[in-house]
């Protein structure tokens, strides 16, 4: 029982302490005189990829391998059909000509890349499949591809919220907050990895289902809070733009360093995860072209929904 209170008091110490951490990040860039415009496009990616990267990082040093992978996909596959679905409907998304044709592509890239660095097996006639540290090394060198290209578009991306304090607080306040906030996220996410093993110990369900789930969604709720408060906002481009930049960053990055701490062993059930990862990518980018162009319409939102509802109960299901 106490490990489960740990679980739901460590999902609110993973997301509260990556606020903390993105508040004092923020101010050590204006401190160090970074853009309005850059501090808005890095900490807001990376930010809202922290409790994925803290979760996955506890849990790869643990070895739990289904809680590794299963966060990744499943968060992944929450970004898009679950909380672009719910700020669709709240607001129709209508999305830059460059998101369209670099930033989603690249998304969808990125889990198809997942696909073939993960299927030894099938690739290569070996026992087992795994993502090796080699593997890591590959999603590592795509995802400095994937700044290196950030930072030449940084000056010319529009939707990008001015910071609410323009001035530079104390050096004491920023280094507070950035360490109150990066012992909170170590401690939340494991709490959250050792409830999870726990739960799915005690109830019979695969780690891998309680990845995909759980940890999932729950890791993915600073993405969900932008993107619907942005889309409240009517601020469209930081809605979709951000979980799509937070797909990019889940796999080329958290991925890539999981690996790089201990080889993360790969079941072939999760290929059908990747697969929906795949198509939910490849749905979010001809969804730009049905209905209004580059604009992602309400009905199109709840239909993404729907498709999540489905792939939660499918999962349960047939996983288990």
């Known amino acids: ?54 979760v996955n990082v506890a849990a790869s040093i643990r070895g739990d391998a289904g809680i590794t992978i299963g966060n990744i996909l499943g968060s992944n596959i929450a970004n898009i059909l679950l909380i672009l679905g719910v700020a669709g409907v709240i607001l129709p998304l209508a999305v830059a000509r460059g998101t369209v044709w670099k930033e989603i592509p690249l998304s969808l890239l990125a889990a198809l890349l997942v696909g073939v660095l993960a299927n030894d097996r099938f690739i290569d006639g070996a026992d087992l499949s795994h993502v090796t540290r ?43 907050l950035m360490a109150v906030g990066f012992v909170a996220l170590l401690v939340g996410s494991m709490w959250v ?10 109830l019979g369900v695969r780690q891998t289902v309680i990845g995909l789930t759980i940890v999932a969604i729950g890791t993915s709720l600073p993405e969900l809070a932008t993107s619907a408060a942005a889309a409240y906002r009517r601020n469209a481009e930081i809605a979709i733009g951000n979980v799509v930049g937070s797909n990019i960053f889940n ?17 072939p059930k999760a290929n059908a995860d990747i697969g929906v990862a795949i198509v939910a990518s490849a749905l979010l980018f001809l969804c730009m072209f049905t209905g209004k162009r580059r604009m992602l319409d309400r009905w199109e939102a709840a239909i993404f929904l729907g498709l999540y509802g489905v792939y939660i109960a499918a999962t349960v299901l047939w996983l288990n």
Not at 193 to 202: C, E, F, Q, R, Y
């Open 1 to 54: 029982m106490v490990a489960y209170v740990l679980m739901a008091v460590g999902f609110v110490l993973v997301i509260k302490g990556a606020d903390l951490f993105v508040s004092g990040a923020s101010a050590l860039a204006r401190r160090l005189h970074v853009s309005d415009l850059a501090i808005g496009l890095t900490v807001v990616a990376f930010g809202t990829s922290l409790p994925e990267l803290a």
């Open 134 to 176: 080699i593997d890591g090394l590959v999603l590592l060198s795509f995802f400095a591809v994937f700044l290196y290209y950030t930072a030449g578009i940084a000056r010319t991306i529009d939707g990008i919220p001015e910071p609410l304090d323009k001035g530079t607080q104390p050096a004491w306040k920023t280094g507070t």
């Open 193 to 202: 990895v050792d409830g999870a093993v726990k739960l799915a110990t005690a």
């Open 251 to 267: 796999i080329f990055f958290i991925l890539g360093v999981s690996s790089l701490i201990r080889p993360i062993p790969f079941e």
